[in-house]
Nanobody, 124 residues
Framework: QVQLVESGGGLVQAGGSLRLSCAAS????????MGWFRQAAGKERELVTA????????YYANSVKDRFTISRDDAKNTVYLQMNNLKPEDTAVYYC?????????????????WGQGTQVTVSS
């Protein structure tokens, strides 16, 4: 079965950095579009960034542009989220998700598979 396992979350001070990883199994990873979503307490899940199957196309939410970078390593079946200059408002549970159509997709409902999430907490 398909599994997505996130890692790399934690507690960091404002201005710091974290790198999240999402290891995928049970799917042909190189053909899937991948996304990182986040959900803060009491808020809806929102797309942070996404990358297409070839890595040639990406999308970033305005709130994270120029601070976050998504990348993928198809040899390792892993997608990464490098987060720099973190802010308290970035505090959330971060989820990776996989889309079988392989394109950059922006809706929660566009993704078929989800990880369990990893907590990111940014202190001020």
């Amino acid at each position: 079965q398909v599994q997505l396992v996130e890692s790399g979350g934690g507690l960091v001070q404002a201005g710091g950095s974290l790198r999240l990883s999402c290891a995928a199994s049970g799917l042909t990873f190189s053909t899937y579009g991948m996304g990182w979503f986040r959900q803060a307490a009491g808020k809806e899940r929102e797309l942070v960034t996404a990358i297409g199957w070839s890595g040639g196309r990406t999308y970033y939410a305005n709130s994270v542009k120029d601070r976050f970078t998504i990348s993928r390593d198809d040899a390792k079946n892993t997608v990464y989220l490098q987060m720099n200059n973190l802010k308290p408002e970035d505090t959330a549970v971060y989820y990776c998700a996989a889309d079988k159509y392989g394109d950059v997709r922006v809706g929660v409902g566009d993704y078929e598979y989800w990880g369990q999430g990893t907590q990111v907490t940014v202190s001020s």
